[in-house]
């Protein structure tokens, strides 16, 4: 374990943020509109959501770079601006955190197919090697969302060559008993992959609510000993009016935390539809 997790983790658990694209869409943030361009258009706002994350107990905030990568950023027309958004969503971030938190790069995936040949390793490896730099004044890596196994893996081998710490964190939603990636990978095959790749830390986030992420992070905390991270969206999506609604409120989220402690999880927070008073809630429930 490297000295800075050691750090964070001597205390016990680790409270980590929330969701970013929803707070940035209840600011004004417009459908289909890149959310990582704000760094640069609206860093205000973008600054006052990681602030509000910190106020809130977060020992641990992401960037506003989940989508930040050449690739996905092409879509937008904005590749040449990599490097710049960033490295502004760190300098936004670490302004927030202050000392009283610590900054995680946030990197998702590209949205293409690797099996599908919509990309090359070497290109989806350059892409995560090129965004995990210009993300090197953070803390730490987060990869993060990934429903690819051998996307993640190239995604951890990419960003290691920065020498940070690096957290994978998967998303288990699909199959009979939704506790598979969408490209049918277990917690156990990912844990297993995953280390051998070099990640510094294994989780799970987005796809399910705290009902469904408990068994996961059980059997993740079996497979590995690496410390585990475990960031569940606030219940299942409803389509209502044509809006999506997450009916968990921050109390029936934080009244599981206890389940996660004691399956073993190491890095806790929420993913989407949570906001900073559920992780209050999450920081008041596990007395941190």
Partial sequence: MTSLLAQLLSPGPVITDGAWGTQLQAMGLPAGECPDLWNLTNPDRVRQVAQSYVDAGSKV???????????????????????EINRVGVEISRAAAGTHAKVFGSIGPTGKMLMMGEVTEEEV???????????????????????DLEEARIAVRAAKTIGL???????????????????????????????????DVIGANCG???????????????????PIWIKPNA???????????????????????????????AFVGGCCGTSPEFIYALRTALRL
């Avoid at 350059?126 to 090197?136: D, H, P, S, T, Y």
């Avoid at 998303?171 to 095959?189: C, H, I, L, N, Y």
């Avoid at 469904?212 to 905390?221: C, E, V």
């Avoid at 209502?240 to 999880?265: K, M, N, S």
Wanted: hydrophobic share 45%.
């Fill in 208 to 226: 399910l609510g705290m009902d469904g992420y408990i068994p996961i992070a059980k059997r993740l905390r079996a497979a590995t000993a690496l």
């Fill in 235 to 265: 219940g299942l999506p409803e389509l209502v009016d044509g809006h999506i609604v997450y009916r968990t409120t921050p109390a029936e989220f934080a009244h599981q935390a206890q389940a996660l402690r004691e399956a073993g999880v």
């Fill in 165 to 199: 710490p690096v957290v994978v964190s998967m998303v288990f939603d699909s199959g009979k008993a939704r506790d598979r990636t969408m490209m049918g990978s277990t917690p156990e095959q990912a844990a297993e992959t995953l280390a051998e790749a070099g990640a």
């Fill in 61 to 83: 905030i992401l960037t506003n770079t989940f989508r930040s990568n050449r690739i996905t950023l092409a879509g937008h027309g904005l590749a040449d601006r990599v490097v």
């Fill in 125 to 147: 490896f350059g892409a995560f090697a090129e965004q995990a730099a210009a993300l090197g004044t953070s803390d730490a890596l987060v990869i993060e969302t990934m429903t």
